[in-house]
């Protein structure tokens, strides 16, 4: 669940611990509350978490900050390549330990 307020401080947060822990009793549920701007810098560090966020999510109030967002596709790229590459490398380690 993605909450996106205005400001988001402790007192905010001590708000939303009671009806989280109510609603949400019986699944688990993750949620991410951020401001539109901490939303932002987010992206770049989680794209692919965001670009699915953005293809299946459902506004349930507010406006919809998810439909604005420019998702670049640059980064999932460079971050399977450094998956690939860390493979390659223990998979290296591996071979000569064997």
Do not use: C
Not at 43 to 68: C, N, T, Y
């Amino acid at each position: 669940m993605l909450v996106v307020l205005r400001d988001v401080g402790v007192d905010i947060l001590d708000k939303l611990v009671k009806p989280y822990q109510k609603g949400f009793k019986d699944i688990i549920l993750d949620v991410i509350v951020r401001t539109e701007e901490q939303l932002r810098s987010l992206m770049d560090i989680f794209p692919v978490r965001f670009k699915e966020m953005q293809q299946s999510h459902l506004l349930i109030w507010g406006q919809d900050v998810l439909a604005g967002l420019e998702i670049s596709d640059h980064y999932p790229k460079l971050r399977a390549v450094q998956e690939i590459k860390n493979l390659q490398l223990g998979l290296h380690m591996i071979y000569v330990y064997i």
